[in-house]
């Protein structure tokens, strides 16, 4: 049976993910999902509310269905789970689930892919945050939890943009393309179901497209720019995202499998509670015209997917990285290890003989 996918919807407090709710459970496209929320909010899902289902959960208007989690997570997606199989749950083909405006979404992400009998049923599809477009600039200065939801995020959603100055959307649309710029910025009052759902297809976008290395000069400017902004702003603070940065490699050689697990226990080992999510795209050489499709979020590999055919013309491996506190030179000597890459900077014979993921 597929998996069934889960988009996960975040966003900081205030941001307006409950009336995005209420608007997105209108389409059809999201009549057959299940909705986990945290609580019934000020903004509540009542109105939508015309039968019970069962115990803790109800089922809307839009034929969706709805329940808050009592307890933990993965009971509640469990439950869910049981009761779709025996049939006293609508077949809902997809879960949307509202995190609490301070939430951390990793953890989440994260027990998606570790958690056995959550791993065997759901898959996640994708991340979609919220954010303030009149409060957001100060919420991302003061609350490293905004700027983690932000960096994580496959889809950017600016809500109350209307209500904002044109040049405070401006700037606050530099930040978050700096913070994340492989996720593409919606306006609340023009994002539908479908720019939110399916986004685990999205590959191509959120892999950069073109292939090429980022350049890393580049993105020194960008956090220099940044910085700029707030100063002259009036916000002279240590911003949580001068630690946050984006950049992605890139090859054309095909990687020996063994090589790449050593690859990854080493990244997820040297970097994981600062690997904030990365991406890949990976050419293989035991079949190098079926790549793998790699997704982790911190220290946590999502099960590996391993494609039938490139998702484009172009058979180039990608890795796309948001990390918080790494310098990109220490993932770059990884991904040149991975490559069999001779050290540059290194004597000759350890830079022909040293590597860290070489199988003896």
């Known amino acids: 049976m597929p998996a069934i996918p889960v988009t996960v919807?975040?966003?900081?407090?205030?941001?307006?993910?409950?009336?995005?709710?209420?608007?997105?459970?209108?389409d059809p496209a999201l009549a057959d999902t299940a909705v986990v929320i945290n609580e019934f909010g000020a903004v509540g899902l009542d109105h939508l509310l015309v039968e019970t289902a069962g115990e803790g959960v109800a089922l809307l208007a839009a034929g969706c269905l709805c329940c808050t989690i009592r307890?933990?997570?993965?009971?509640?997606?469990?439950?869910?789970?049981?009761?779709?199989?025996?049939?006293?749950l609508p077949p809902f083909r997809r879960v949307v689930i509202e995190t609490s405006g301070l939430a951390d979404p990793a953890p989440i992400l994260q027990t998606l892919a570790v958690h056995p009998g959550l791993a065997a049923r759901y898959a996640l599809d994708g991340v979609v945050t919220l954010v303030d477009a009149v409060n957001g600039e100060a919420t991302l200065d003061g609350h490293a939890e905004s700027v983690r939801q932000a960096a994580v995020a496959d889809r950017l959603v600016l809500t109350k943009a209307d209500l904002a100055e044109a040049g405070t959307v401006d700037r606050l649309r530099r930040r978050l393309a700096r913070l994340n710029p492989a996720a593409p910025v919606l306006d609340v009052r023009e994002a539908a179901a479908g720019d939110v759902l399916?986004?685990?297809?999205?590959?191509?976008?959120?892999?950069?497209?073109?292939?090429?290395r980022h350049d890393h000069a580049h993105d020194h400017h960008a956090h220099d720019e940044g910085r700029h902004d707030a100063h002259h702003h009036g916000h002279d603070v240590d911003r949580h995202d001068d630690r946050i940065r984006s950049f992605s490699l890139a090859s054309a050689a095909?990687?020996?499998?063994?090589?790449?697990?050593?690859?990854?226990?080493?990244?997820?080992?040297r970097h994981g509670p600062d690997l904030l999510r990365f991406k890949a795209l990976v050419k293989l050489a035991d079949d190098p015209e079926r790549p793998v499709v790699l997704h982790a979020v911190q220290h946590v590999l999502h099960p590996p997917l391993r494609l039938e055919r490139w998702p484009g013309e172009e058979r180039t491996s990608r890795l796309v990285?948001?990390?918080?506190?790494?310098?990109?030179?220490?993932?770059?000597?990884l991904f040149a290890a991975l490559l069999g890459e001779p050290r540059l900077d290194a004597p000759d014979f350890a830079a022909l003989a040293d590597n860290p993921l070489a199988l003896r």
């Not at 307890?71 to 006293?88: M, N, P, S």
């Not at 399916?198 to 090429?212: E, I, K, M, N, Y």
């Open 198 to 212: 399916g986004l685990g297809a999205d590959l191509a976008r959120w892999l950069g497209g073109d292939g090429h």
């Open 254 to 269: 095909a990687v020996p499998p063994g090589r790449l697990e050593t690859f990854l226990g080493l990244l997820a080992a």
């Open 9 to 26: 919807l975040t966003g900081f407090l205030g941001a307006g993910k409950t009336s995005f709710l209420n608007r997105l459970l209108a």
């Open 321 to 333: 990285f948001i990390v918080r506190d790494i310098p990109p030179a220490d993932i770059e000597a």
């Open 71 to 88: 307890g933990e997570l993965i009971d509640t997606l469990e439950d869910l789970g049981a009761r779709r199989d025996a049939g006293t």
